[in-house]
């Protein structure tokens, strides 16, 4: 069981990390800002 909370933690961490760069990255970036 703490094994499948670590796999649930690291697949949200990482996938807020992937979502912080996309937005850094996107010229988009200050249009969507407001949404999040």
Do not use: A
Request: aromatic share 34%; net charge positive; hydrophobic share 45%.
């Amino acid at each position: 069981m703490s094994y499948s909370v670590h796999f649930s933690f690291f697949t949200l961490f990482r996938d807020f990390l992937i979502f912080q760069v996309v937005k850094f990255f996107s010229p988009y970036s200050r249009s969507y800002s407001g949404q999040f």
